[in-house]
T-cell receptor, first 115, second 117 residues
Framework: AQKVTQAQTEISVVEKEDVTLDCVYE???????LFWYKQPPSGELVFLIR??????QNEISGRYSWNFQKSTSSFNFTITASQVVDSAVYFC????????????FGKGITLSVRP | GAVVSQHPSWVICKSGTSVKIECRSL??????MFWYRQFPKQSLMLMAT?????????EQGVEKDKFLINHASLTLSTLTVTSAHPEDSSFYIC?????????????FGPGTRLTVT
C-alpha cells in the first residue's frame, strides 16, 4: 500500500520569507513517481513537478526547489522569497510507474503568505 | 498540450435529481480517466478508474449505482450522480492519461463544483 504524509497542515509566513513544505512517503514499489501540485482558491490543480525514484538530483525552478531524499523517503518542497500569490494548498502525491498505477495524495498543506 | 476540460464548472441541483459531469481530453487520446472527489479542506480521494470501452473500477466504499461512469470514447468520460443528496455536494475532479505517454502521467481537469440543495 502507498501512503503520503504531509504532517504540516497549515503554515503562515510573511512575504519574502522562505518556507519548506514536508512530504514523507511509503511504498513497496522499487520504481515510482513523486509529485507536487498547487491548488489555489479556484480549485484547479496546478502541476509543479514530477520526480522519478531513480533520479535523486535536487531540482530548482525559479523560486521553487525540491529535495528528494530516498534514504528518508522524503520529497520536500521549498519556496524561496515567498509571495502572496504562493498562498494555496499544496499536495504531495505518489504513484507507481505501471499503466494501472494510481495517484495517492497527501492531505495537503495550506500555505498563507501575508503581505 | 495535454489539456483536460470539465463541464459544467459548477452546478446546483435539487435533492433527488441526477446530474451529469463531462470530462474531455482536448488534444490527446485517453484510454484511462480517473474521477476524484474533494470535500472542503480535504484531500483528493479517488472514486473510480474509467477505461474506454469497459466498466469502471470503483474504489472501496464508492457506490457504483449512485455514481455512474461511462467512458464511451477515447476523449470523453462522464460521471452521473444519481438521486443526488446534500451530502454529495463536493468538488469533483477528473484526470486523464495520455495513450501515447509512456510515463502514464495524469492530466487534471479544472474540476466541477456540485451543490445539492
Amino acid at each position: 500500500a502507498q501512503k503520503v504524509t504531509q504532517a504540516q497542515t497549515e503554515i503562515s509566513v510573511v512575504e519574502k520569507e522562505d518556507v519548506t513544505l514536508d512530504c514523507v512517503y511509503e511504498t513497496r514499489d522499487t520504481t515510482y513517481y513523486l509529485f507536487w501540485y498547487k491548488q489555489p482558491p479556484s480549485g484547479e490543480l496546478v502541476f509543479l513537478i514530477r520526480r522519478n525514484s531513480f533520479d535523486e538530483q535536487n531540482e530548482i525552478s525559479g523560486r521553487y526547489s525540491w529535495n528528494f531524499q530516498k534514504s528518508t523517503s522524503s520529497f520536500n518542497f521549498t519556496i524561496t522569497a515567498s509571495q502572496v500569490v504562493d498562498s494555496a494548498v499544496y499536495f504531495c502525491a505518489l504513484s507507481g510507474t505501471g499503466a494501472n498505477s494510481k495517484l495517492t495524495f497527501g492531505k495537503g498543506i495550506t500555505l498563507s503568505v501575508r503581505p | 498540450g495535454a489539456v483536460v476540460s470539465q463541464h459544467p464548472s459548477w452546478v446546483i441541483c435539487k435533492s433527488g435529481t441526477s446530474v451529469k459531469i463531462e470530462c474531455r481530453s482536448l488534444d490527446f487520446q485517453a484510454t484511462t480517466m480517473f474521477w476524484y472527489r474533494q470535500f472542503p479542506k480535504q484531500s483528493l480521494m479517488l472514486m473510480a478508474t474509467s477505461n474506454e470501452g469497459s466498466k469502471a473500477t470503483y474504489e472501496q466504499g464508492v457506490e457504483k449505482d449512485k455514481f455512474l461512469i461511462n467512458h464511451a470514447s477515447l476523449t470523453l468520460s462522464t460521471l452521473t450522480v444519481t438521486s443526488a443528496h446534500p451530502e454529495d455536494s463536493s468538488f469533483y475532479i477528473c484526470s486523464a492519461r495520455d495513450l501515447s505517454d509512456s510515463t502514464y502521467e495524469q492530466y487534471f481537469g479544472p474540476g466541477t463544483r456540485l451543490t445539492v440543495t
